[in-house]
């Protein structure tokens, strides 16, 4: 009898509709199955990024402390005075001394780095001016079209051009943001002064390519080279 009646107990719980609480923690369990994966994917690709972050840190990353900037700017005599011969003083615009201009000691808003000798503008000057002169000689080689041409008769430079400003003004300024000048990341070759000179003569060059195609009415590396 007692073996009849468990059975009957039995087949009744298997037959039982389950209820809707049963049913949503049954449902949960299944999307928490689903979910787990993707979100240990997601954590392990994290853990991957950050794994590969530190090691190009490791390889280009240098400290640079308010006491080496106090120490160079004692010794270097670009930092003694300006290019006009101002001598720099504390809490003026300009010139002001390295400690509270560069990006690790000094102030960090906006008005700060994009000021006359702020960390920002020669360098995102010097970093379009070296992409816009190669982009102008492979252009200029394959559509025999001058840089002005290019802009705006066409229209289709002016559309990259405008596309690749923010991209570079926006990768220069995070790490301007974070507390990061350019001298802080070096790898053979590639150093900050490398990059400063280089920024320099392709603005210089830029600006020439612009007046020399505005004199002759023709590219300049199509037709001289």
């Known amino acids: 009898m007692a073996a009849i009646m468990a059975s009957t107990t039995v087949a009744g719980l ?5 209820t809707s609480s049963l049913k949503g923690s049954a449902l949960s369990r299944s999307n928490y199955k689903i979910v787990r994966p993707s979100m240990l994917a997601r954590r392990s690709g ?3 990024c950050q794994g590969v972050r530190e090691s190009v840190d ?12 106090l120490q160079n700017q004692e010794v270097n005599e670009s930092e003694m005075q300006s290019v006009f011969g101002a001598k720099p003083t504390s ?26 000798d702020g960390a920002a503008p020669e360098t995102i000057n010097g970093r379009l001016a070296m992409v816009g002169i190669v982009w102008a000689a492979i252009a ?8 002005f041409d290019q802009l705006y008769t066409h229209g289709t430079g002016l559309v990259f051009y405008v596309a690749l400003v923010p991209l570079i003004a926006y990768a220069s300024i995070v790490p301007i943001l974070n507390g990061e000048s350019t001298e802080a990341r070096s790898y053979g070759p590639f150093t900050a002064r490398a990059e400063r000179w280089n920024g320099r003569l392709a603005m210089l060059g830029f600006l020439s390519l612009l007046l020399t195609e505005n004199f002759i009415h023709a590219p300049v590396f199509q037709t001289f080279f």
């Open 14 to 18: 298997k037959s039982a509709p389950l």
């Open 46 to 48: 994290s853990i991957r």
């Open 58 to 69: 490791k390889a280009t990353k240098k400290e640079i402390t308010r006491e080496e900037i």
């Open 91 to 116: 809490g003026s615009l300009y010139p002001r001394p390295e400690v509270e201009r560069r990006p690790e000691t000094g102030d960090k808003s906006f008005g700060s780095i994009f000021a006359f």
């Open 140 to 147: 200029e080689k394959v559509s025999g079209l001058t840089v």
